[in-house]
């Protein structure tokens, strides 16, 4: 029995000796492994920012823009409103739209679809590389640059592209805004008006324009 115990023993102590002697070369040889470092940083810290992209708009004096109603138009009936874009951010832009929410009278908003022949809206947009000459709604004497052709309320529901389709940092155009209701007949018999009529009708208007950041770029210095 004693020798069974102190063969026991020593084989305890024989394992106990191996892994503590295991334990020792692993803590030995990660010390080797983590024993030399090196790093570098820039002296100043390098800044990295952020632009921006902004549109504003606003009345082009002495007109009101979109603040002046437009009241009692007629048939062939053509009113201008001047308004002016600037893109007031610190990044180009591309993709200039302008879409029109419009509600009120449908007769004002879509043309009519015969037998009914009545005619919408038209809005058109022109730029000027200078102010306008309001008196004569000309652009220096002549016709400004067309953005967008002569087009159906309705169809403003849907962005239209302007011409001009991009706006550097400070750039902007200056608008004429034409809203037009075409020529068209209409006949009132003993003070009732027809059925689907554009007169005494209304039409609330949202003029929106739009742009998106130029295209990403890389760069190497």
Known sequence: MN??????????????SGIIGLSLLVIAGTGVLAGLNATTSNAAPQTADAGTL???MSATSPSAGFGSNISNLAPGDVVNRYVSLTNSG???SQGLTLTIASSGTQTLITDGVAPVATKA??????SCSVAWTQATGLCAGVAGKSEIAATALSSFATAQALTT??????????????????DQSETTVDGVLPT??????????????????????????
């Open 3 to 16: 020798t069974q115990k102190s063969r026991h023993g020593l084989s305890w102590r024989t394992a106990a």
């Open 165 to 182: 389709t991009t706006l550097s940092p400070g750039g902007g155009l200056n608008l004429q805004i034409q809203t037009a209701l075409p």
């Open 90 to 92: 610190t990044l180009g």
């Open 54 to 56: 902004r549109l504003t």
């Open 121 to 126: 809206l038209r809005v058109t947009v022109q």
């Open 196 to 221: 689907a009529s554009v007169q005494g009708g209304a039409a609330n208007l949202t003029f929106t324009f739009f742009q998106t950041q130029r295209t990403a770029t890389s760069t190497n210095s």
